[in-house]
């Protein structure tokens, strides 16, 4: 594949196998794959098909046997686990299915950690500001236990956008939701998505969420499934 000044992200032959012996599994065969910046991605597929594993990947919070993971013109695979972490904590932000909130911190200082561990002055401004604008300024000291779901995962998203990444990473973000909460994180992190000109990419099972994405990738046995094929 020949990379794009237009990718954000650039992905040649990622091959992955985990497991020892007889447990070993090769969960990605080969992928290839480019994203332009600022567009919306949705990665599908039967659980078991690798697209978690894949989206960990391009996070980097596992490592490829082979390949090369290109985001915003840096090889990830080529960093040490510090230069990993130092680039992941500027150029992308990560929002999980079970939220991942830090139970005896209020809602302003979840969203206010990843900003003072890189040394950011205005830590608690930026994070109330994050807050305000997935519709939360009212509960600012309140603690994930006092949340509803869909609070705890508008708290999850204003963590990882206060740091102003440019690749957005959401693995399942309504998979904790009932229904109607779904529809409305959803449509803010999309919402969000456009107004800060971020690249998401996101894995679901859940089809309305797909559609709304520029982009959808099936992907099957750790392939990229052809449109064709």
Known sequence: MKQVSTSAIFLENLQLTLGVDASRVHVLKGIDLEIPKGTSTGIVGPSGSGKSTLLMVIAGLERIDEGRII?????????????????????????????????????????????????????????????EAVGLGHRLNHYPGQ??????????????????????????????????????????????????????????????????????IPVRSGLIEMANA
């Open 71 to 131: 985001i915003n013109g840096t090889d990830i695979t080529t960093l040490n686990e510090d230069e990993l972490a130092s680039f992941r904590g500027n150029h992308v932000g990560i929002v999980f299915q079970s939220f991942h909130l830090i139970p005896n911190m209020t809602a302003i200082e979840n969203v206010a950690v990843p900003l003072e561990l890189s040394g950011d002055e205005k830590a608690m401004e930026k994070a109330k500001a994050e807050l």
């Open 147 to 216: 949340l509803s779901g869909g609070e705890q995962q508008r708290v999850a998203l204003a963590r990882a956008l206060a740091p102003e990444p440019t690749v957005l990473i959401a693995d399942e973000p309504t998979g904790n939701l009932d229904g109607e909460t779904g529809i409305q994180v959803a449509n803010l992190l999309f919402e969000r998505q456009r107004e800060k000109g971020l690249t998401l990419v996101l894995v679901t099972h859940d089809p309305s969420l797909a559609k709304q994405c520029d982009i959808t």
